[in-house]
């Protein structure tokens, strides 16, 4: 398991994880994008960890955040 699985995990259990996006579908960018909590960040978040469209544990990534509300875009909120 990658390090960035493992403070997934972490997030999840200890409740500093804020929302997941998946975006910029057809970039070099796309993938799951990770964002925890942070009272200094915009919105009450920030940036954290991202799982891009070929990475072998994007599936896990998207897997574990399953029925957080994974959004689109919309700031966490689509």
Request: no cysteine; aromatic share 12%; proline share 1%.
């Amino acid at each position: 398991m990658s390090d960035n699985l493992k403070a997934l995990e972490r997030m999840l259990a200890d409740g500093s994880f804020h929302h997941a996006t998946y975006r910029n579908k057809g970039t070099l960018w796309e993938g799951l994008w990770i964002y925890q909590k942070s009272e200094t960040g915009f919105r009450g978040f920030e940036s954290a960890l991202a799982f891009l469209k070929n990475d072998p544990e994007l599936a896990k990534a998207e897997e574990l955040t399953r029925g957080t509300g994974v959004s689109v875009g919309a700031y966490g909120q689509g």
